[in-house]
Structure formats: structure tokens, C-alpha cells
């Protein structure tokens, strides 16, 4: 052996031994992630130092591998144990292996891309075809939801939706199955072979399987098709081609198939009909086979097509096959195999042997007006997608294209491998809309599913790559703007779920932008970062206006945790900033200066008496003339109160959330901290103020001992929806980990105001470690008799609704089966009818909040919990409701900003997808890859509880069990307490309060059974309550038999 192999040798013995250590140190990393994971799921973990986050994760596993890793790889393989820590992981799916073939996926960009999600095909191969034998017919019954084929050797078939097989029949004929389709008015399938009509009853026992044989043709059938007429009654009209060009037109009724003499028939035959008795008309239209009828109901037109070049397809008036007048004929080369109608494009789309796809309009028949080209063998089938305007066409050698129909261009390719070169035979398909998959016949049936919004897939959805730090909404201009923790800013119409544009390093490289709003009309929007700058931009072109210089103190200090407009025009900006040292201030800018500049300052500490938690300000209204929002302010000392009755409601270390309320006639701002105190600052009425808890013992204020997370003025609105359009409301939220420091929390809530219209209403979330949400609403006048709440949003999972006057009117907690977690988001929709909260696991609450807001002191108006859902497998940063367009936006620590349907919780899609939204389909209830619970919708009088299966569902009758179960000689005795005290157990142990199906009553059981069986209780169930708490009272009474 050489030197050099020699050396060749050691190397790979050591790069093999790094390579066993490195992945040995990546198992110890993956088992702290489990374990730190797991703890977090049961709430047992404690952050520290050591904590793994995503960041940690990555820089770990790329300093052991090295750029072998992908990135997606690395996010997938992270995500995978952060949503389920007890799933099965290996090493080697860092590196995009899996040890199962059904666990191997494409790559994240290009499965994304799919049209059709391959790996997730399923085959249906039991009775539906008989030994060398194929499918030739594939029919989708919409009103139905059936699905009908029929194979050559004669298996018919009917599938309900969920492809199982509700009835089949096998023809016993010599003839060959050339085609079928279904009766609607005649509920019966339709199918022809080379000499004959087939007529099958699907509803018949298979003891008496009703079949009709409508024979002899004179031609070879090769298709058959229903025309759909609506004022037809207990008939049907067929249509079909033959092999001599000819097109035939059948009308079969109730009458001539007899179906009253043929259900008393005890054995299974076929009842043979003379054709002769029917009047069949047929014209002959081409000079070849007639590959395809259709009948087209929008266009009130049958198409048939041949491989004929110069009679290649008719489109016309099914009067033409009982005249003689000229039929709308096509001419293409080499003739037309197969046809399709696009409802919405208006467009028809051939396919033939010349392995053109081409683009008719239905009035143009001298050219057409597209053509596609990239099959490389005939043409033998094409169908649409209605839903998102796509072309599927089949060609001869199994090869499936997806086309878009609107920009004419390829989207996918795919074959069927399973299939031998020798084996290959012409294929059918269907799509079906109403699931999204298209099925293909062979001799099994294929079903191909749609990748629709990557619900399939391993990997989450993302709309950024690191996790988001700012939702907010344009209203004005139906858009949103994120911000991720690398400072990329993206802007997404709402509707349509497509990018705008997109900005990165706004404010310079490495500066990560932390918190952004849009002012009221959508014109600008302004941007604050981790080292105090802001700046300002024209939201439509993201040009820059201004922005405030570098502050001159430490990064961490000046650090902005949330931004709101509170005016814009060209020539003054006003912001309101928070710090993360605690300070509030307004920054203003003019056409004057070139730099914005800060204008006032909000106090920072302030100390309130114990038994009256309200401190007095002294303005200075002249500081109006300054900046036209908040007067200076002087805190002034109370002598009256000790010094030490101050303890109790010291300020927050930490102020989490601030909401803003500036309407005519009063002026708010409201703080909330991670200790729980919430301060209002009140420039009106000259106060600040602590709101606080009463102890129903003591009558003490006590202080809300639960951090909050973030705050939302409630405000009443009568305005009518013609106002709406003028109305603006924005949703801001923040995400980002902050360090514990020493601040004091200021709140402000709003004394006695009454809302006429809203005009602005901003909510937000934020990290439930640190997260920092404002809230500002502006309103142009105050409605008179409503008075405003402050909703704030706590580490304890409840909510609490506070009145003006600092006292707590409701608290809400969420009805769920699992512990209370932290509630990390607010808003509302902009017309104050419904509450919605994101919490840190990722679900979404809504309440109705109408009833209540009109009187809040009347116990009557509840505010009712409508539904729940689960939204992100992580905590929600923020979310926004758009009114308008009835949807729900949230958005995730996970990288993910995600829409939903307001009313039900269905998942339309996410920002970032290749696919457009389609707002308005609700018919298809799918969910996120990382979501496995389906939403709920609470019933006005009923609460959620899961069905659980229960062993005794009863409850003890205490005055029959004594007067059936004890002797007068018992009931005198001591044991008898005891006896009555002990049945509370039993009670406790049975208190069903939800039924799918209630028990039908009977009477008790017959007195002969016996001395022992006659005294077993017989349990009957009463009727049903109409109120869900009356079924502990009256779900079950016992009854013995004496």
C-alpha cells in the first residue's frame, strides 16, 4: 500500500469518527429539546440561561455538520419535536432522510409548487374491474356527491364521497362497455356498449338488481352523456355517439321502464326493451368515431367531437339533431379526442392526435384563440378546475399536465409509473371540485389529491423565516404589512394573499425593526427599531420620509417595544412610542425640520394610596399649542395618606401593553405591567389611577395579580354600515424577548365616555415573555349613553373588562377541557360586535360583546362565547378581524401569518402561499399541518364539553330510592342518615350534561321476572331539558319494579 492511500485512509477513519461524535453530541441536543419541549407542554418548565430556542438549535446543528444541513431541514426537523415532543425522530432527518419511503417528502419549494400532492395518491383496486379488464367510463354526480364508473367487461359501480363503494353490479353480457353515465331524474345508471343501452336501478337489492337492455342499434356506441333540462319530470334524455359519426338523441321515461312491475321480480335478469318502442332521433355529424358527447347547460349547447380534420367538433343547439339545418363546426388537424368547458374563462379546450391543446370561444369557430403545446403523444382526455382555472390533459402514454387556464402556462407534469409501457390503454378522468381531486381509471381507479394549502405537507406554513414581530392592517387599502426578526417587511393584499413588495434592512443592516403602525388613511406608515430610531414611509412605494437621529443613550434602553400614529398629513407626523425603559413619548415632524423630534414625555413611576389607588395631575393646557394631543403633566403628592400605604400598588418592573383612547371630551391612555397593575391616566379629569380588584370581604381594592399581556378599549357604536367605508381600525402587535428591568407602568382608562362612531381601533399581542401591545382608537365624537370598557388580557388566561371608574365588571375565561394559559392578543371587529383573543398554545376565542356594551352594569347582558379554534401549533403574536371581508389574520412566533373565515374558524390559507385565496369557499373544512383539532362553535345555550364516553351515565333519585329500595322498618332506624349522606357520592359520580341522542322512555319491566331481576333498576330517561344545567336535575330517574 502507498503513502498515499496510507493517508487517504487515516483521513476517512478520522472524518468517520467526527462524524460518530458530532452526530452522538446531536442526540444529546435533540434529547435536551424533547425534554425541555415536554416540560413545557405540562407547564412544568422554567426559562433560563440554558433554554433551546430555534436560533440555538440552528447555530448548534450547523457548528456539528456544517453547511451538509439545509435549511428547511433543520425548520422541519425543529418544528416536528416543538409540536409533538413524543414523535419519533432520527438523526439522519436533519440531512432530509427518512428511514420509510412514505415518509420522504420533495423539498418544501417544490412540493409547494405541485399542483397535485403525488406522494398522497391513493388506488382503488377491489371491485371495480374484473381480471384483464379496464375502466372506460368515470361519471361525478354532483347533486349526489356520487361517483359512477364502469369498466369493459361490464362492473358498474356507484361511490358515495368518501370513495367507498355503495353499490356495483356485473352485466352479463357479451358486448363490451364503451361508456356510462347517471339519470338524475330516473335516480338509475346509464351505460352503452357496442350493440346496446344499459339501464341500471343502483337503489335495487342485490337479490333482484333491476337492470333494463335497450336493444339492438344499429351502430357501435362508443359514448353516452345525460342533457340536464330542468322542467323535465320523471324522464331523461340521453345522448350518444357511434363509430359512423352519427349522434343520437334518447328519451327514456318512468313508464318505459316499468319500474313498479320490476321490484316485485324475486331473481336477479336483465329485462331486455325493444328499441323500437323508443323514439330515438340521431344526425349524422362527423365522418368518423365520435370520441365524446357533452352537454353543455351554460351554454345551452351539446358538443360532440371526432377525429375527423374537417367536422373535428360540433357546438350547437340540441334542436339540430332534429333538423336539418347547418351545425357550428370546428376544424382542427388530425381531429379531437377529447373536450372540456371552462365555466368561468368562457373558453372550450380540444386535444387530439396532433398533441395541441387549443382554446375556442364558443361564438368563434374559425380560429382558435390559444394554443398549448408540450404533450408528446396524443391527446386522450382533458378536464377543469373550475375553482382555481386549471386544465388536466391525459395523453396516451399516461402523462398528466396541468395547465393554468388564464396565463396559459405549465404548472405541473406527472405520470402514472405503476403502469408498463405494454400495459398502457387510452385512460379516463374526472375532477372532482367538490374535494379537490381528480380521478383516473385504468385498470384501477387513481385519486390524485390537490396540495391544497400544503395541508399534507411535513412543513409548516411559512410567511417569513424567523418569527414575526408586527401584523398590522391597511384598511384603506386592503393590506397588510409584517415584519419579521430580520427586519424583512413585506406587504400582502388581503384578499388575494399575493405579495405586494418587499423591503429589507429599513433601517440599516443588523438593526432589527421591532414595531411599526399605518396612520389612518393608509397613506404612511412608521417603523421603530431595537436602537430607538424611527422613521417614516409612504406606504404605496415605501419611500422614505423621515426619520428620528440615533438616540444618545445605551441600545437596550431606547430599545421601542410598540408605535402609533396618532396624526399624518404632509406637513406634521405625530407618533406615540414606547420604550423599553418605560418611557412614553410623542414624536413629532413638520415640513420644517428634517429630522423628527420628541415633543412630551408620560411620567414614568408613579405611587398609589391603598385604599384610594387615584393620584390628581396638574396640567398645563399651553403644552397643547406644542403637539396638540396629551398636556404636559405634574404628579401631585397626597399628604393625607401614610407614607407606608403606598406598598401595595407600587408600579410594574415591567409595562408589557398600553392602550390609547382619544375621542371628543376625553383623553386615556392605559398601561398594563407584568405584575398585574394597570394605571389610567385620565387628562380630562386630571387623575391617574390604579385599577384594582374589590375583596368582596373586606371591600379592600386588591391588585390584579396576573401579568398582562395586552389591552383593548371597548367601545359602543351605532353607526350605520353606511359608515363603515370612512372607518379605519388597525391591528398592531410585537413579539420580542425582553430583559427584566426595573420601570414603572402607567394606565389611563376613560371616565364616563360615550362613543357615536368608531373610527379606529387597534389591538395587540405580543410575546407572552415579554410583549408589548398598544391599542389606539380615535373617534370622532362620543355616543351618549354608552360608557367605554378596558379589556385587558392576562398571564392567567381570563379577561377582564374594567369600567371607567377602575372597577372590575366581568372577568371571562375561556371554556376549554385544558389548563388556562396565558392570553396573548385582543381585538375587535370595527363595529365593537365581537371580541376575539389569541392565546400562547395558538387558539382563537371570539365572544359577542353587543348586548353587553349597551349596559354593562345589567347582569342580563352576557357576553357569550360563539366559538374556538386552534389557529398555530406556537403562541399567537397578534391577529386583526376584517368586518367586510368576514375573515380572521393571525400571526405566530412560528414565521406564519395565517386567514381564517370569522364565523366558523375554517383555514383558508396563509400569507406566502403560491395559490390565491378563495375567500368565499367555506365548503372544505382542512387545517394547517400543525393543527390536528377541528374549531368549535359554541350553541347560544349550551357550554362546551367533550363527549367522553361515561360507564353509569345516571343520577340518583333520592325520593325513590327511598321509597323503593327501604322497608318502613329501615327507615326508622339510625343507618338511614348515613344511607342519604352516602348517595351524594353516587350522585357526584354521574352528572352527564350533554347527549348526542336522548333515551327513548319505556315502561318498567314486568313483574314475573322474579324476586331478584324484578328489583334491579330499569333506567328511563326523562325528557329533555331545554336548558343545559337542568340535565343534572332531571337526565335520568330509577324505577323499580316492585
Excluded at 355529424?285 to 367538433?313: A, E, P, T
Excluded at 350547437?316 to 368547458?341: C, H, M, Q, W
Excluded at 341522542?997 to 324476586?1011: D, I, T, Y
Aim: contains cysteine.
Amino acid at each position: 500500500m502507498s503513502e498515499k492511500d496510507s493517508d487517504k485512509e487515516s483521513c476517512s477513519a478520522f472524518e468517520l469518527l467526527d462524524f460518530k461524535n458530532a452526530v452522538k453530541e446531536f442526540q444529546e441536543l435533540v434529547e435536551k429539546l424533547v425534554t425541555q419541549k415536554t416540560k413545557e407542554k405540562l407547564g412544568l418548565y422554567i426559562k433560563d440561561n440554558d433554554e433551546i430556542d430555534y436560533e440555538k438549535f440552528y447555530a448548534a446543528t450547523q457548528a456539528l455538520f456544517g453547511a451538509e444541513v439545509k435549511d428547511y431541514n433543520v425548520k422541519a426537523f425543529f418544528w416536528k419535536i416543538s409540536n409533538n415532543p413524543d414523535v419519533r425522530i432520527e438523526w439522519c432527518e436533519i440531512f432530509g432522510c427518512f428511514l420509510g419511503e412514505s415518509d420522504g417528502m420533495f423539498p418544501q419549494l417544490k412540493e409547494e409548487n405541485m399542483v397535485f400532492l403525488l406522494p398522497k395518491k391513493k388506488q382503488i383496486t377491489h371491485t371495480v374491474v374484473k381480471r384483464d379488464d379496464a375502466i372506460k367510463g368515470i361519471v361525478k354526480v354532483p347533486n349526489l356527491d356520487f361517483i359512477v364508473t364502469s369498466s369493459q367487461k361490464g362492473v358498474l359501480t356507484v361511490f358515495n364521497k368518501q370513495m367507498k363503494v355503495l353499490a356495483n353490479t356485473s352485466i352479463e353480457d357479451t358486448a363490451w362497455i364503451t361508456g356510462c353515465d347517471f339519470l338524475p331524474q330516473l335516480k338509475c345508471v346509464v351505460a352503452v356498449t357496442e350493440r346496446t343501452i344499459i339501464i341500471w336501478n343502483y337503489k335495487s337489492q342485490k337479490s333482484k338488481n333491476i337492470c333494463f337492455v335497450i336493444k339492438p342499434m344499429e351502430n357501435c356506441l362508443l359514448c353516452v352523456c345525460t342533457v340536464t333540462m330542468p322542467k323535465q319530470v320523471a324522464k331523461d334524455t340521453i345522448l350518444m355517439g357511434d363509430d359512423k359519426g352519427y349522434v343520437y338523441l334518447l328519451t327514456v321515461t318512468s313508464d318505459h321502464l316499468a319500474l313498479k312491475k320490476c321490484k316485485s321480480k324475486k331473481e336477479s335478469q336483465l329485462q331486455v326493451l325493444d328499441s323500437k318502442t323508443f323514439h330515438i332521433v340521431k344526425r349524422k355529424l362527423h365522418d368518423d368515431w365520435v370520441m365524446k358527447v357533452q352537454y353543455i347547460s351554460d351554454l345551452n349547447c351539446f358538443g360532440s367531437c371526432s377525429s375527423d380534420s374537417i367536422c373535428s367538433f360540433v357546438l350547437d343547439d340540441i334542436k339540430r339533431l332534429e333538423d336539418n339545418l347547418p351545425v357550428k363546426e370546428f376544424s382542427v388537424p388530425k381531429g379531437v379526442n377529447a373536450f372540456t368547458y371552462c365555466r368561468k374563462a368562457k373558453l372550450i379546450v380540444t386535444g387530439g392526435n396532433d398533441k395541441f391543446l387549443r382554446l375556442w370561444h364558443p361564438a368563434v369557430n374559425s380560429k382558435p384563440s390559444g394554443k398549448l403545446s408540450g404533450h408528446l403523444h396524443s391527446v386522450v382526455e382533458i378536464v377543469t378546475n373550475e375553482k382555481d382555472q386549471h386544465v388536466i390533459s391525459l395523453s396516451s402514454a399516461k402523462i398528466f399536465r396541468v395547465w393554468d387556464i388564464q396565463t396559459l402556462s405549465l404548472l405541473q407534469v406527472f405520470h402514472d409509473n405503476q403502469v408498463n409501457p405494454e400495459e398502457m390503454e387510452n385512460s379516463v378522468m374526472v375532477f372532482d371540485n367538490e374535494h379537490g381531486v381528480l380521478i383516473s381509471g385504468s385498470d384501477v381507479i387513481d385519486i390524485y389529491p390537490l396540495t391544497h394549502m400544503i395541508q399534507d405537507t411535513k412543513y409548516v406554513p411559512r410567511t417569513h423565516e424567523k418569527s414575526i414581530n408586527v401584523l398590522v392592517y391597511n384598511r384603506a387599502f386592503h393590506q397588510i404589512l409584517t415584519i419579521c426578526s430580520e427586519s424583512i417587511l413585506k406587504v400582502w393584499d388581503l384578499e388575494t394573499g399575493y405579495q405586494v413588495y418587499q423591503m429589507e434592512d429599513a433601517h440599516g443592516l443588523n438593526t432589527e425593526v421591532t414595531c411599526a403602525d399605518i396612520e389612518i388613511h393608509g397613506f404612511y406608515f412608521a417603523t421603530g427599531a431595537c436602537d430607538g430610531t424611527v422613521k417614516i414611509w409612504v406606504f404605496e412605494s415605501g419611500q422614505e420620509v423621515k426619520a428620528l437621529p440615533l438616540a444618545q443613550c445605551s441600545k437596550d434602553a431606547c430599545r421601542l417595544l410598540k408605535i402609533i400614529y396618532l396624526k399624518a398629513n404632509k406637513s406634521q407626523h405625530a407618533l406615540l412610542v414606547l420604550e423599553q425603559s418605560g418611557k412614553m413619548k410623542i414624536i413629532q415632524g413638520n415640513s420644517v425640520e428634517t429630522y423628527l423630534y420628541v415633543t412630551w414625555v408620560l411620567p414614568e413611576a408613579v405611587s398609589f394610596p391603598q385604599k384610594n389607588p387615584v393620584v390628581s395631575l396638574l396640567l398645563k393646557p399651553d403644552t397643547l399649542q406644542t403637539h396638540e394631543f396629551f398636556p404636559d403633566i405634574q404628579l401631585l403628592s397626597d399628604t393625607s395618606s401614610p407614607k407606608d400605604d403606598t406598598v401595595n400598588f407600587l408600579p410594574s418592573v415591567e409595562i408589557k401593553c398600553f392602550a390609547v383612547l382619544k375621542v371628543e371630551g376625553c383623553s386615556l391612555i392605559a398601561t398594563g405591567s407584568a405584575n398585574g397593575a394597570i394605571i389610567l391616566w385620565d387628562f380630562e379629569s386630571a387623575t391617574v389611577r390604579c385599577l384594582c380588584k374589590i375583596n368582596e370581604d373586606s371591600q379592600a381594592p386588591v391588585l390584579q395579580a396576573s401579568g398582562v399581556n395586552a389591552m383593548l378599549f371597548l367601545v359602543h357604536s351605532a353607526f350605520s354600515s353606511s359608515s363603515l367605508p370612512s372607518t379605519t381600525a388597525a391591528v398592531r402587535s410585537h413579539n420580542d424577548a425582553i430583559p427584566e428591568h426595573k420601570n414603572s407602568s402607567l394606565s389611563l382608562q376613560e371616565e364616563n365616555v360615550k362613543s357615536d362612531e368608531i373610527n379606529t381601533e387597534i389591538t395587540t399581542a405580543e410575546d407572552t415573555t415579554s410583549c408589548k401591545s398598544i391599542q389606539y382608537v380615535e373617534f370622532p365624537k362620543a355616543e351618549a349613553g354608552y360608557s367605554p370598557i378596558l379589556a385587558s388580557a392576562h398571564e392567567n388566561g381570563c379577561i377582564c373588562l374594567w369600567s371607567i371608574q377602575g372597577n372590575l365588571v366581568k372577568e371571562l375565561l375561556p371554556f376549554s377541557k385544558h389548563p388556562s394559559v396565558p392570553l396573548t392578543a385582543l381585538c375587535t371587529d370595527i363595529s365593537t360586535k365581537k371580541l376575539l383573543a389569541g392565546s400562547k398554545e395558538g387558539h382563537i376565542m371570539r365572544w359577542c360583546i353587543t348586548s353587553f356594551l349597551e349596559d354593562p352594569q345589567n347582569n342580563k347582558n352576557q357576553v357569550k362565547e360563539e366559538a374556538c379554534w386552534r389557529a398555530h401549533a406556537t403562541e399567537v403574536v397578534d391577529l386583526f378581524h376584517e368586518e367586510e371581508k368576514n375573515v380572521v389574520v393571525t400571526a405566530s412566533i412560528d414565521g406564519s401569518v395565517r386567514l381564517w373565515n370569522a364565523m366558523n374558524g375554517y383555514y383558508l390559507g396563509y400569507y406566502g402561499q403560491p395559490r390565491k385565496f378563495e375567500l368565499s369557499d367555506i365548503s372544505r373544512l382542512i387545517l394547517p399541518c400543525d393543527v390536528n383539532t377541528f374549531p368549535i362553535i359554541i350553541k347560544e345555550e349550551s357550554k362546551y364539553m367533550e363527549d367522553e364516553e361515561l360507564g353509569y351515565p345516571i343520577v340518583l333519585d333520592r325520593e325513590k330510592w327511598k321509597s323503593l329500595t327501604r322497608s318502613p322498618s329501615d327507615l326508622k332506624g339510625p343507618k338511614h342518615v348515613n344511607t342519604i349522606q352516602d348517595s351524594k357520592f353516587f350522585k357526584s359520580l354521574a352528572s352527564p350534561k350533554i347527549y348526542k341522542q336522548p333515551l327513548k322512555c319505556f315502561e318498567p319491566g314486568n313483574r314475573l321476572a322474579g324476586a331478584v331481576f324484578g328489583h334491579l333498576p330499569i333506567y328511563k330517561r326523562a325528557r329533555s331539558p331545554s336548558k343545559p344545567e337542568d340535565y343534572m336535575l332531571s337526565s335520568y330517574s330509577i324505577h323499580y319494579q316492585s
